[in-house]
Nanobody, 124 residues
């Protein structure tokens, strides 16, 4: 059974930082492309960042470039999202997602496993 468990969300003031983690079990992590998505109330789920299974290919949404950093530790089956210079518009539930392919895609339908989500709230 595949499980993705996120942690690290919370309440932070604008300009602050948070680090999200997602630990994967039940699948071969080193051959799994990982991504972070987010969904704000009454909004579509949107791609935030993704990293290929080797870590060699990394992609970001334009809205987070220069502020967020995605990374992975294959020895710990964990992917991270370091979020700096947070803005109120970053407020959302953040989800990690996995797909068994080397290509990072931005469509949520391309991912077959999802975490339960972690709330990030940025106060202005």
């Amino acid at each position: 059974q595949v499980q993705l468990v996120e942690s690290g969300g919370g309440l932070v003031q604008a300009g602050g930082s948070l680090r999200l983690s997602c630990t994967v079990s039940g699948r071969t992590f080193r051959t799994t492309t990982m991504a972070w998505f987010r969904q704000a109330p009454d909004q579509e789920r949107e791609f935030v960042a993704g990293v290929s299974w080797t870590g060699g290919r990394i992609y970001y949404a334009d809205s987070v470039k220069g502020r967020f950093t995605v990374s992975r530790d294959n020895a710990k089956n964990t992917v991270f999202l370091q979020m700096n210079s947070l803005k109120s518009e970053d407020t959302a539930v953040y989800y990690c997602a996995a797909r068994g392919n080397t290509v990072v895609l931005t469509a949520s339908t391309s991912y077959d496993s999802w975490g339960q989500g972690t709330q990030v709230t940025v106060s202005s």
